[in-house]
Every structure is written in C-alpha cells, then in structure tokens.
C-alpha cells in the first residue's frame, strides 16, 4: 500500500523569506503525486500534481516541487512566502490499485510571521 | 457551477444518534468519495464511488454508510453516532475514472458527537 510522510507538522517562517515542506512517499512503481493547500475553515485546493515528464512542477500561487525518483520525495517549495500563504499544506500519492483514491500525508502547518 | 456542496456546515450530535451528511456535485463526475480529517492524521478515506450504483469502503468504513442512487448525490450516514466520530467530513469528486485527475473538495461538515 502507498503511503506519505510529511516530515514537519509545522513551518514557521517570516514573511519574503524561501520555504521548503517536506514530503516523502513509499511505492513499488510509478507514482502520481500532489499537493493540496487547506486554508482556515475551509475545503482543500489542488496546488500543483506530478504526472509524468519534467521533475520540476510549477503550481498556483508562486509554488513549485521537485519529483525525486531516488530519494522517492516531493518536496514543495517557494522562493518568497507572504501572509496570505498561511494555510495547512498536504502532500498525497494517487493509489496504483484504485485508480482516483488519494493517499494523504498528516499535513503541514504553514505560518507565515510578519 | 457550484461544484461540490454539502450540508450542513456544523452538526452536534448525542452519542447514539444517526444522522446523513449530504454532498451534491453539478459536475459529472464518476468518481465520489467521503474523508474525515483529524488533527495530525490528514484525510482518510471513509468510502468511494465509481458511479451510480456502485460504492466500495476505503480505510476507515465502519460505523458509516453510503450510498449512490445519481451521479450527483453521494450522502454519508453515520448509524449509531460515537465520541470517535467527532471529526470534519470532506466530500469530494473527479473525474474521469483513472489515476492523475484532481479532486474536486466541499467544504466540510464539522461534526461533534457528545
């Protein structure tokens, strides 16, 4: 069975300062993988997804994240954070064997200090 | 388009109770599925469904019921309420049927059982 780790429950940073969440996952063969962001009180969001291709994913928001085959990571990052970026992030492998069903990690708590 | 939309935003609940969590999509998606999220655990899949008709358990069923008599309408009850049921719920959907395709979120049921 697949399954994420989130490495930090929670990120504190200051406002334009790089921010980098963590995110580790264990499968056998190809992976989907996606970030989603929680913000107060609210649904979760698709930031960006790795599919295929080029390692380096651009999402919403000023976000990306980097695919890592051998060191099977997904790691999200943004160069510059501001307030508004304050939010719960979770990481999440699609299911080889079922198709659309999503693997979620614990999450990470974003907070972005002025 | 609402997307998805569930009902109601809060519910309080004494232990034994039962109740139905409603979740309506206008998309037409195939695919529909029910999360709860409890703090540090991320989402976990309670049930899913591939269509009208067909529904199947996820990793965390029991004491929850589903079924899917439309494409649009995808109503979870809880049958006999628990303490440990005390959660948010999360409906989703996507489509097509297959690995890769975003999940559409509602915005959460918040459900305390007392």
């Known amino acids: 069975a697949q399954s994420v780790t989130q490495l930090d429950s929670q990120v504190p940073v200051f406002e334009e300062a790089p921010v980098e969440l963590r995110c580790n996952y264990s499968?056998?063969?190809?992976?989907?993988l996606f970030w989603y962001v929680q913000y107060p009180n609210q649904g979760l969001q698709l930031l960006l997804k790795?599919?295929?291709?080029?390692?380096l994913v651009k999402g919403i928001n000023g976000f990306e994240a980097e695919f890592n085959k051998s060191q099977t990571s997904f790691h999200l990052r943004k160069p510059s954070v501001h307030i508004s970026d304050t939010a719960e992030y979770f990481c999440?492998?699609?299911?080889?064997?079922?198709?659309?069903?999503?693997?979620f990690g614990a999450g990470t708590i974003l907070r972005v200090k002025s | 388009n609402a997307g998805v939309t569930q009902t109601p935003k809060f519910q309080v609940l004494k232990t034994g109770q039962s109740m139905t969590l409603q979740c309506a999509q206008d998309?037409?998606?195939?695919?529909m599925s029910w999360y709860r999220q409890d703090p540090g655990m991320g989402l976990r899949l309670i049930h899913y469904?591939?269509?009208?008709?067909?529904?199947d358990q996820g990793e965390v069923p029991n004491g929850y019921n589903v079924s899917r008599s439309t494409t649009e309408d995808f109503p979870l009850r809880l049958l006999s309420a628990a303490p440990s049921q005390t959660s948010v719920y999360f409906c989703?959907?996507?489509?097509?049927?297959?690995?890769?395709?975003?999940?559409?979120f509602g915005p959460g049921t918040r459900l305390t059982v007392t």
């Open positions: 469904s591939v269509g009208a008709g067909i529904t």
């Open positions: 989703a959907s996507s489509s097509p049927l297959g690995r890769g395709h975003e999940q559409y």
């Open positions: 790795y599919l295929s291709g080029s390692t």
């Open positions: 998309m037409n998606h195939e695919y």
């Open positions: 499968s056998s063969v190809s992976v989907y």
């Open positions: 999440a492998v699609s299911d080889e064997e079922y198709g659309n069903k999503l693997v």
